[in-house]
């Protein structure tokens, strides 16, 4: 079974950084590429940033070009985000997701993390 | 960027009555790389339709999707209580990935 489980949410001021992790599991995470997705509270869904299999290509939103950071380690199945002076309207889950093999639609999510940016 | 608009923004229906959902494009989606999740309250999305017809695994078929260019429409044939919540439409054709609106799928 495919298991996405999101984790390093949590509270965060304006400006500060935050670091999420995703534990990937049931698939072998070298043939797919990688997502984040957020969705303010409340709000749509958002596709944030992307990456590769082998951590060549990464793509960002404009929204947070410059600020987040994608990367993955495919041994140790994890995929991260590094979040850099974080503003207000980040406030949301994140969601980690997965590429279907050939296909780019989410095909597997994760639970959902919550980071709230407030002062 | 290709912008994905949804209508209508709620549809309120009965169970047993059919749905039918649809996602405009600002410009063509190449190669019918458009897909189709649904969301209940307090869950995370799951990928129902993929490039625009394909049903994704365990799907059952009273959910089929249909378009092609910028109209895209997404059929529930005949309602369950658990169909209703949110629907979502989604390009992959060019970057950055996009979603629709949402449109969601109430009780009458």
Redesign the interface.
Known sequence: EVQLVESGGGLVQPGRSLRLSCAASGFTMIDHAM?WVRQAPGK????VS?ISWNSVTM?Y??SVKGRFTISRDNAKNSLFLQMNSLRVEDTAFY?CTKD?RG??????????TLVTVSS | EIVLTQSPGTLSLSPGERATLSCRASQSVGSSSLAWYQQKPGQAPRLLIYDTSSRATGIPDRFSGSGSGTDFTLTISRLEPEDFAVYYCQQYSSAPRTFGQGTKVEIK
């Open positions: 997502h749509g869904l958002e596709w992307g793509l939103a404009d969601y279907m296909v780019r639609a989410f095909e597997s999510w994760g639970q959902g």
